[in-house]
């Protein structure tokens, strides 16, 4: 399979992505231009981490009307996996491809830790490799990544299975202290209804070797290759 | 009619007029005084320093480029370097926290991507005052968030660095900013015109009023009027910079320029004077042409103009149109406004008219150099210091004390603002000692520290400039890196007193024997003088940025204890010394004394031991105690190592109880290994001459200190992490109670 990754102006996990899906995962992946109109035959485009646009207006705002998004809209409205991590999940909210809204962190400063996410839903092309209940040990770094969405909303996710990850302690209780930003229900990553878009905060990227302290991160790299390639 | 006011209004002496008007061959515009001011400030030409500075050894093997550049090169093999620099950025950040902090980011990113490197991490050195004031907490809270915004937002993890507090640093803040980068040897560019006829081309955000005057403003003191400086402190905007760091970064991978040079200090002056000058040759340049952000602006504004994410490109005229392309990508404007001629002059044109026409040399090369009259003050009384101060009662009570103080508590509160991952190359996460960084491709890392003790340096300037050095190294040892290169940002007060250039001789000496004993070179680094406000000056501060190279990544050791039942060895020992210490500061209220004695010759014996037992794989932790003593030191090791591992440490000697465990004797490491390797690491330190000892053995849930057996503090692991690691964020909490 080939992996295509976006690269927006300000995104800056962008080589850090590439780098774990050449060189770790070992796929081809393409980079590919916000202002091109060509998905380069990429099986799943992952929308990476960063400050698109600065960030400025809101997180995610203004990448949405990058041209490559009416591509990656398409892809994704067709069945396309779509993966949006940290910035790249904010961006799909901004699209519409997921429901919600991200606010600022609850003590309104920026994050940057190894936090542990459980395991919600296994069923999922992101998740398949992984097990329901499974804690990983993953880091986020992020101003914005307090998970809002209206009740009703909320309900329908919840009853879909879309809750793919949530922020919980090292043992997958959920606390009020491991839910370190706020976020409603403690989502840190949800998929759409169909289960071929998913968002996550935590960065899967930054945990897929082990001399950057833990090789969790791989099960939503390795998931998509299962989903893919079997 | 320049009149003796203009000239005290841009900071030049009637001396120095006479010699513009001589080397210029005439009197001078009021534009042309601008540019002199600012070329002439103590911050671009080191007028005050030089002299001094000349000590340092600048000179090795490894060495591409030394001072004078944008930043410091070294090679660290397999046809890769390392350009790095450290920068201050005091006086717009007391002015302006957030601001002042963030452009100190970009301005010291640019200076190393303006050498072809890309930036891969930044580390900070800050000083505040006292957290009990709230003008104290808020400056820090600001400070903090614009590093914060501007290394995140671009995209450059902030690994490490220091901070400390102190009384002193009240009314004037430190903040001094490094950053890395890496390149490849054949690829470096430098700040030069080359050939006449060549073209040069504006790149980066348009020019405003902003700034104007900041390298000026960084060369006096602050008084009363300080507050409505504010507008002299520029605006960073992180994203434009993150655009134009790639676009500089890929006309550069296709060798599409010659010379570049970012507008930092004193902006579009410093760079048309100085890259022509450094290729003996001229620029003529339409200021029309220049993109401005507001109208009306006049030829002194533009020139002046310390706006931020700017940058001056020189390239071959057939050149042009591929460059702009480049730059059109990232959206980014590439403005031709002028071109590099043979006669070595700085010629502006302004809506027809000649407005600036003044040689380059004269503005770069030929400030006049200053030979500040300096006094030296009396050493401090250094024997016997302990008896004269009460043993506490309580000890356990003088360690949670020290444990709370916010130069020694935990430092995650900052760090965790910080992107400190991004880029994954982080192999050593933020927290304690010095920061270490994979090279991908390779099995080899880089290993980078900040250090400075300023009290030190206030009680014996010598003592504190050879330790910055000697602590700096150690912490790389401790990581099981050898240094390679330094970098320096020294803060001090008004250079026109005597005792404040007393100071500065007196650590530059310092800084210089040291770095002599460890054979590396400094390859630049930073003056930052007239950290006085209202008439008082800082503690001199020297902070040593020092980037270490790691042979094996798999081998590097990390200061937590990673196992019950290990041994805890003290290389080096523990002398009679309270001088100068935390411990005095915090539980006795006094900052006095001298400051612990270094021998250079024990160091170096110390952190060779240490490395050998690393390469040999004989350790399994290893950190130097600090401020805070051996009893912060080991507290550290438990509180970063595997959950909640205690230890017991029994001490010996007929010293007093305080100054064993608080004293900060210099040349020592704390180290554990598996009881099996413990007589390995003991015959290794006799080897190099090194006294060590078995002092105590990790396990429990307590950190446990006695005397021969006595017991001196017992306190679970749990309740003194706690004391330390809300400390700082309880000055936060309270903080946000008031204001509610």
Request: with cysteine.
């Amino acid at each position: 399979m080939k992996f295509g990754v976006v690269v927006f102006p300000g995104s800056n996990c962008d080589f850090d992505t590439v780098h774990a899906l050449r060189e770790v995962i070992g796929r081809p992946t393409e980079i590919l231009w916000h202002k091109d109109h060509d998905l380069r035959g990429a099986d799943c485009v992952v929308l990476p981490g960063g400050f698109s646009y600065g960030d400025y207006l809101r997180s995610g705002a203004i990448a949405r009307f990058s041209p490559l998004m009416q591509e990656v809209r398409e892809f994704a409205e067709k069945g396309g996996l779509v993966l949006g991590i940290c910035n790249g999940f904010q961006v799909l909210l901004e699209l519409g491809l997921l429901p919600g809204a991200m606010l600022r962190n609850k003590h309104l400063k920026f994050l940057c830790r190894f936090v542990t996410i459980r395991v919600e839903n296994a069923g999922t092309r992101f998740t398949n490799a992984g097990r329901r209940g499974q804690v990983l040990r993953i880091p986020i770094a992020h101003f914005d990544g307090n998970y809002y969405a209206d009740p009703a909303t909320l309900e329908d996710i919840e009853r879909n299975g879309q809750v793919v990850f949530r922020y919980c302690d090292p043992a997958g209780g959920l606390t009020e202290e491991a839910n370190v930003n706020g976020s409603l229900h403690a989502i840190a990553g949800l998929t759409n209804q169909r289960g071929n878009v998913m968002g996550m905060m935590p960065h899967p990227e930054r945990a897929s070797e082990a001399i950057l302290g833990s090789v969790d991160g791989r099960v939503v790299f390795e998931s998509i290759l299962q989903a893919v390639e079997s | 009619m320049i009149d003796p006011k203009i000239l005290s209004q841009h900071n030049l002496t009637p001396g120095e007029y006479d010699l513009i008007v001589r080397l210029v061959g005439r009197e001078p515009n009021l534009t042309e005084i601008g540019i002199f001011s600012a070329m002439w400030s103590e911050h671009c030409s080191y007028k005050s320093s030089k002299i001094h500075l000349k000590k340092l050894p600048t000179g090795g093997k490894n060495v591409v480029q030394g001072p004078g550049e944008n930043a410091g090169i070294i090679d660290i093999g397999d046809g890769q370097v390392v350009v790095f620099k450290i920068e201050s950025h005091n006086h717009p950040s007391f002015i302006e926290p957030f601001q002042g902090a963030a452009t100190g980011v970009g301005g010291i990113l640019r200076d190393i991507f303006t050498m072809g490197a890309r930036p891969i991490a930044l580390l900070d050195s800050l000083r505040f005052g006292p957290l009990e004031n709230p003008k104290n907490r808020s400056i820090m809270d600001g400070v903090v968030a614009g590093i914060s915004a501007y290394g995140n937002a671009i995209g450059v993890p902030t690994v490490g660095g220091e901070v400390y507090f102190g009384e002193g640093y009240s009314l004037n803040p430190l903040v001094n900013v490094f950053c890395l980068g890496l390149a490849d040897k054949d690829k470096i560019f430098y700040a030069r015109t080359e050939d006449a006829g060549n073209a040069i081309l504006y790149v980066g955000a348009k020019t405003g009023r902003d700034g104007i005057h900041g390298a000026s403003m960084a060369s006096q003191e602050f008084g009363e009027d300080t507050e409505t400086k504010r507008p002299n402190v520029q605006v960073g905007d992180p994203f434009k910079e993150k655009l134009l760091l790639e676009a500089c970064l890929e006309v550069m991978d296709r060798n599409l320029i010659v010379g570049i040079q970012d507008m930092g200090a004193a902006g579009l002056t410093c760079s048309t004077t100085e890259m022509p000058a450094k290729s003996g040759r001229g620029v003529e340049i339409d200021l029309d042409l220049v993109p401005q952000r507001e109208s009306g602006m006049t030829p002194y504004e533009i020139m002046l103009s310390e706006s931020q994410e700017r940058m001056l490109i020189a390239c071959k005229p057939e050149r042009v149109k591929d460059v702009q392309a480049a730059f059109a990508k990232w959206d980014l404007d590439a403005v031709a406004i002028g071109r590099v001629t043979g006669d070595g002059k700085l010629r502006c044109s302004f809506k027809g008219e000649i407005v600036v026409d003044i040689p380059v040399s004269a503005v770069v090369d030929l400030c006049p150099m200053y030979k500040r009259p300096w006094r030296t003050a009396e050493a401090a009384p250094r024997p016997a210091d302990s008896g004269r101060y009460p043993l506490p009662a309580d000890l356990g009570g003088a360690f949670k004390k020290l444990l709370a103080s916010p130069t020694i508590a935990d430092k995650e509160w900052i760090y965790r603002q910080y992107d400190h991952m991004v880029l994954i190359n982080t192999a050593l996460l933020p927290g304690v000692g010095a920061a270490v960084l994979r090279i991908k491709g390779t099995s080899k890392g880089l290993a980078m520290t900040l250090d400075g003790n300023g009290l030190y340096t206030q009680l014996d300037p010598g003592a504190g400039g050879r330790i910055a050095v000697a602590e700096a190294c150690r912490n790389l040892a401790c990581v099981g890196a050898r240094p390679v290169g330094v970098t320096n940002c020294l803060n001090f007060g008004n250079p026109e007193k005597p005792e404040v250039m007393g100071q500065f001789k007196e650590v530059v000496e310092g800084m210089s024997e040291a770095c002599r004993t460890f054979e590396i070179a400094v390859t630049g680094g930073n003056v930052s003088f007239y950290n006085d406000t209202e008439g008082v000056s800082i503690y001199p501060t020297p902070v040593l940025g020092i980037v270490g190279l790691v042979d094996d990544t798999a081998k590097v050791v990390t200061p937590g204890f990673k196992a019950e039942g290990e041994a805890i060895i003290l290389l080096g020992e523990t002398r009679d010394e309270l001088g100068a210490t935390e411990y005095l500061k915090v539980v006795h209220r006094r900052e006095e004394g001298a400051p612990p004695a270094i021998d250079l010759g024990r160091e170096k014996s110390v952190q060779e031991a240490c490395l050998e037992a690393i390469k040999s794989g004989l350790l399994r932790s290893a950190h130097d105690p600090s401020e805070g003593g051996l009893a912060v030191c080991a507290a550290e090791c438990a509180f970063h190592g595997a959950a909640g591992i205690g230890f017991a440490i029994d001490l010996q000697g007929g010293l007093r109880p305080d100054v064993l465990l608080f004293g900060e004797s210099q040349s020592r490491i704390l180290v554990t290994a598996r009881p099996e390797d413990t007589p390995k690491v003991l015959g290794l330190a006799k080897k190099h001459g090194v006294p060590a000892a078995v002092i105590g053995r990790t396990g429990g849930t307590n950190l446990r200190f006695s005397l021969e057996g006595r017991t001196l503090i017992d306190l679970p692991v749990a309740e003194a992490r706690a004391h330390w690691m809300n400390a700082i964020p309880d000055y936060f909490r309270v903080a946000e109670e008031t204001n509610a």
